[in-house]
């Protein structure tokens, strides 16, 4: 909450390490912890992920750079956008398909390498952000990068398990970030106690103390729902996946709606430089999209649900058992069912 406080960019520069970190220190080898792990947590390397892809986005295990595998190196060739750090990193973990059988499931297509800075790894463009600003974010292009063998991190072809397990503190550290908004939400608690108009402290209106109200009750939610995910993570949680998509899709909009409301009650001068509201809401719509979109995490939520509520192993009350007529024929009806009813297969 202390750093989203301070804009998003320096949220970034605390999530990077988050997610780098915990592929190596999760995945990676001895050798690997020591060489860039360790370095990389005492500040004297600087590291980025390489996930987005040009004509990939949300579209993670459709990723076309390749790494070809020749003896004791990989060869590395594609592209990635949107990479913090693209600027400035010292090595970078780059997502890139490794497995070229065409029928080969999307979990066991792709792999998760380090690359060091270096020859064939080139800063093509540097990205003017709206807000966000900071973070040297950037397209990287590979073009026939050697990658020693022995940076891969995992198994091969086995990113997609990486991806999942850094996905959880990237997106628990995203929506913890953007509790910052508190920052915001106490400015104008302050502005509008001393801002008058009409004869009176323009709090004493309920179109601005209302909006506070609002905005104060959000952030609680959020913040209780953040405490949560991270509560499941630390305990293994079988469906923290869920829960952490949860709080990463409900802190962030609440987010974006109390900045929006912050600078309201500020009105014109919110929108200036004088106070730092307007880089506030220029971070926060960030959060809505990177780390997976909104509609990602919907995606997510419902999948992990569907599958936790119709699994054989749920053991929670079903509710239809309460029916004052559990054993009506108007439920819905099953093939089997309609078979037993036409004595034939329907359809």
């Known amino acids: 909450e202390e750093i989203g406080c301070l804009g998003m960019a320096l949220g970034c520069a605390f999530v990077m390490p988050s997610i780098v970190g915990e592929a190596l220190n999760v995945f990676g080898t001895e050798e690997q912890k020591q060489r860039y792990l360790k370095p990389y947590i005492e500040g004297k390397l600087v590291a980025a992920e390489a996930l987005t892809e040009p004509r990939g986005g949300s579209d993670f295990?459709?990723?076309?750079?390749?790494?070809?595998?020749?003896?004791?190196?990989?060869?590395?060739?594609g592209m990635k956008r949107f990479v913090v750090g693209a600027e400035g990193a010292d090595f970078f973990l780059v997502y890139c398909r490794t497995n070229f059988d065409e029928n080969a499931?999307?979990?066991q297509k792709l792999s998760?390498?380090?690359?060091?800075?270096?020859?064939?790894?080139?800063?093509?463009?540097?990205y003017g952000l709206m807000g966000c600003r900071g973070g040297g974010t950037g397209r990287l292009v590979f073009r026939d990068v050697k990658v020693p063998k022995e940076n891969l991190v995992g198994e091969l072809h086995g990113g997609a398990l990486c991806f999942h397990q850094m996905m959880i503190p990237e997106r628990l550290t995203s929506a913890a970030g953007c509790l910052g908004t508190w920052g915001s939400l106490d400015l104008a608690v302050r502005y509008s106690a001393k801002r008058r108009a009409f004869g009176k402290e323009i709090r004493r209106y309920q179109g601005v103390s209302f909006?506070?109200?609002?905005?104060?009750?959000k952030l609680?939610?959020?913040?209780?729902?953040?405490?949560?995910a991270a509560?499941?993570?630390?305990?293994?949680?079988?469906?923290?996946?869920?829960?952490?998509?949860?709080?990463?899709?409900f802190a962030t909009e609440a987010a974006w709606e109390i900045v929006n409301d912050a600078m309201q009650v500020m009105g014109g001068i919110g929108y200036t430089d004088v106070y730092p509201i307007e880089r506030a809401l220029r971070d926060t719509r960030l959060g809505m999209i990177w780390t997976g979109t909104s509609e990602v995490m919907n995606l997510m939520i419902q999948h992990e649900y569907y599958n936790e509520v119709l699994s054989p192993e749920y053991g929670r009350r079903q509710m239809e058992d309460d029916a004052m007529n559990p054993d009506s024929s108007e439920r819905c009806l099953t093939d089997e069912d309609m078979e037993n009813v036409f004595g034939r297969k329907l359809g």
């Open 112 to 126: 998760l390498l380090i690359v060091d800075r270096g020859p064939g790894v080139e800063t093509e463009y540097l």
């Open 220 to 228: 609680d939610a959020a913040r209780g729902l953040c405490l949560m």
């Open 231 to 249: 509560r499941a993570v630390d305990e293994r949680y079988p469906n923290q996946r869920r829960i952490v998509s949860e709080a990463k899709r």
């Open 61 to 77: 295990f459709g990723a076309m750079t390749r790494a070809e595998l020749k003896g004791d190196h990989f060869v590395l060739n």
């Open 105 to 107: 499931h999307k979990y």
């Open 211 to 217: 909006k506070v109200a609002d905005s104060i009750t």
